[in-house]
């Protein structure tokens, strides 16, 4: 499938560790890049390639990838990290997003 | 600083057409691919349309594939998106974002703040 799958809604307690999934066949050729958006704002990009951080995104924020599968790790969640949070890959067509996970934070 | 400045959204009936386009500054912009992504109200991200440095190569997605082009003029800094034949399912915010592509994969490093296009009769 060249569709990008992500589990809709995730909730985490404050401080705690949360991971976020995200499945396609084209991850198991290319990193997945990882958004952070905001209610009314752009999204942002939080990490990139195998894992790398654009300056100013906290180091709380990790990524990782096994087979078809990446994974955005927040370890140590904040309040502010509440948010709803993108995968994206490249395709042999472009580009596609994720549908999207909405992270609560307890 | 980078920045990318929408432009050119508003309300347009069905079968009507739209020139957005996007102001960029802060960087050599004929350098890099641009996009377009969009985003309807109360869903997610969707990608629309990428073009080369050169304007050479053009990629979209195909709900938009013979509708919608994507140009951009280096001299002016400036990308652009004609959407032509639009329908109500095209409504949304329309964000610019300039993209890195590589062997590895591709990521959106900065975007715009977006310019909705509303279909509606």
């Known amino acids: 499938s060249s569709e990008l799958t992500q589990d809709p809604a995730v909730s985490v307690a404050l401080g705690q560790t949360v991971r976020i999934t995200c499945q396609g066949d084209s991850l198991r050729s290319y990193y997945a890049s990882w958004y952070q958006q905001k209610p009314g704002q752009a999204p942002v990009l939080v990490i990139y390639g195998k894992n790398n951080r654009p300056s100013g995104i906290p180091d709380r924020f990790s990524g990782s990838s096994s087979g078809n599968t990446a994974s955005l790790t927040i370890t140590g969640a904040q309040a502010e990290d509440e948010a709803d949070y993108y995968c994206n890959s490249r395709d042999s067509s472009g580009s596609r997003f994720g549908g999207g996970t909405k992270l609560t934070v307890l | 600083e980078v920045q990318l400045v929408e432009s050119g959204g508003g309300l347009v009936q069905p079968g009507g057409s739209l020139r957005l386009s996007c102001a960029a500054s802060?960087?050599?912009?004929?350098?890099?691919?641009m996009s377009w992504v969009r985003q309807a109200p109360g869903k997610g991200l969707e990608w629309v349309a990428n073009?080369?440095?050169?304007?050479?190569?053009?990629y979209y997605v195909d709900s938009v594939k013979g509708r919608f082009t994507i140009s951009r003029d280096n001299a002016k800094n400036s990308l652009y998106l004609q959407m032509n034949s639009l329908r109500a399912e095209d409504t949304a915010v329309y964000y610019c974002?300039?993209?890195?592509?590589?062997?590895?994969?591709?990521?959106?490093?900065?975007w715009g703040q977006g310019t909705l296009v509303t279909v509606s009769s």
């Open positions: 802060g960087f050599t912009f004929s350098s890099y691919w």
């Open positions: 073009i080369k440095q050169d304007g050479s190569e053009k």
């Open positions: 974002a300039r993209v890195v592509i590589n062997v590895w994969g591709s990521y959106f490093d900065y």
